[in-house]
């Protein structure tokens, strides 16, 4: 078995099977991505629950693999030169998987490029726009007096649903009928949103048909379903 004991972050959450990946997660919009990628690729990995009510983000062991405090994280036994790879940003995580195993992002050089444009586009965006929405719409922020941070934020993930109307028209993924990394990136974001946020209806959500079509057809598959599920919740 590999030897993953010199990762500080393995005293707190030690490995079963030290020679698979081993994910640090939470199933939030940003965790599930990982947790999605790994049942769309049929990686083998352990996934490991970081518990926020546990303050589990705020420990030297967690901080020792992401020094932002924050989930998801991967420590990758087996990481390019056969050599332990750690590594944060769900982005990130995305894009060293896809080319890890060759699935999820397009061979094309000028395609891939395109998919990447669009996970950076989520990643800028959506995730801090509509995690503002949940903030200020359902969170400590639903009791400010002052709606004008609401309405910004509001305005602002209206506008990028629009953007994404706009790319999905006529297409079955943001790659046209190829699913990628830039569409896992962006399911969990939506169906917050529209879910678990509530703001549904602040959005004008319905407005967005090809949107509401992407996110169904996201939605339905197994491994979607599997990894919106991982880990999970104490």
């Known amino acids: 078995m590999s030897d993953l004991s010199a990762f500080p972050v393995t005293r707190r959450w030690p490995p079963k099977n030290s020679d698979v990946l081993q994910l640090y997660s939470l199933p939030t919009p940003n965790g599930v991505k990982v947790s999605i990628m790994l049942e769309e690729i049929g990686l083998p990995y352990e996934v490991h629950l970081v518990d926020f009510n546990k303050d589990d983000q705020k420990t030297e062991e967690l901080l020792s693999l992401n020094p932002n405090g924050k989930i998801p994280a991967i420590l990758d ?19 060293y998987l896809a080319e890890k195993t060759g699935k999820l992002l397009p061979q094309d050089a000028a395609r891939r490029w395109q998919a990447i444009q669009w996970l950076h586009f989520q990643m800028g965006g959506i995730g801090p ?80 048909k090809a949107v509401g079509k992407w996110l169904e057809g996201g939605l339905a598959r197994p491994a979607v379903q599997r990894g919106l599920n991982i880990p999970k919740r104490p």
Request: proline share 5%; net charge negative; hydrophobic share 40%.
């Open 77 to 95: 036994p087996d990481g390019p030169g056969g050599k332990p790879l750690p590594l944060f940003e769900s982005g990130a995580i995305l894009q």
């Open 129 to 208: 726009m509509f995690g503002q929405v949940g903030f200020f719409h359902k969170f400590a922020g639903k009791d400010f007096e002052d709606k004008r941070p609401l309405q910004r934020y509001v305005n602002e993930s209206r506008r990028l649903l629009g953007v994404m109307e706009t790319r999905l028209a006529g297409r079955q993924w943001i790659m046209d009928d190829e699913y990628t990394i830039a569409d896992i990136s962006m399911l969990g974001w939506v169906r917050n949103l529209i879910g678990f946020y509530g703001a549904g209806d602040l959005v004008e959500f319905d407005r967005f």
